[in-house]
């Protein structure tokens, strides 16, 4: 069984004995099993490995909800393994402005960040989503043209790629629907966009 940090015999004027120190030593060094319960943020330097179980939260997931008609952009830009969902009640689903994900430029983004796009409901109704009636897009910032796409649609057997670098992924109106997803790893020189979406074509442009 592990053991427990323990504050008995350390008090105010008394004499540290080795153990008192030497307990932290070990716990750390892992000469002994340890229950540690640290709180507060981390920065580690150098490689990190862990055996055993890693549990809890390990992605933040950001809810983006569309509130109107008018274009809109959402920017990529949070911790790395974030997953974004954006929802689009009926209100927001109208017209034809688009919504779109802008990614910043790998350059500038550190080797393996790596986020998710995800499709939530669409409409008002979780048993009978709608198509999204606005375009939708996902683009690298400034116009770089640095992102290399692989998708998997409805009427392919095989991922549709992008041929070269594109600066944009863009899916027309009526044909994004809840639950496609995309994932997207930076290596530091390109956006590389997986995805599986409802939509029969994508279109990659610059």
């Known amino acids: 069984m592990a053991l427990t940090l323990s504050t008995s015999g350390i008090t105010n004027s008394g ?43 390990k992605s933040k997931i950001i809810t983006s909800q569309v509130p109107n008609d008018t274009t809109i ?77 692989r998708i998997l649609t409805t009427n392919a057997t095989t991922l549709q790629k992008s041929n070269g670098p594109f600066v944009q992924l863009a899916i027309g109106s009526s044909r994004t629907f809840t639950g496609d997803q995309y994932d997207l790893i930076c290596d530091g020189t390109y956006w590389h966009v997986t995805g599986v979406i409802g939509s029969p074509t994508v279109t990659y442009a610059n």
Do not use: E, M, W
Request: proline share 6%; glycine share 12%.
């Open 15 to 57: 004499t540290i004995q080795a153990a008192h120190i030497s307990q932290s030593i070990d716990a750390l060094k892992g000469t002994h099993a340890y229950n540690l319960t640290p709180s507060g943020s981390f920065t580690f330097t150098g490689n990190t490995v862990f055996t055993g179980t890693v549990s809890g939260n």
């Open 73 to 149: 952009t959402f920017d990529v830009n949070g911790d790395s393994n974030s997953i974004y969902v954006l929802i689009v009640p009926s209100d927001g689903n109208q017209g034809s402005n688009g919504i779109g994900f802008k990614l910043p430029r790998p350059n500038n983004v550190t080797p393996g960040t790596a986020y998710k796009i995800i499709i939530g409901l669409v409409g008002d109704t979780a048993t009978s989503p709608a198509a999204l009636a606005r375009p939708f897009n996902i683009f690298v910032d400034g116009s770089d043209q640095k992102a290399l796409f």
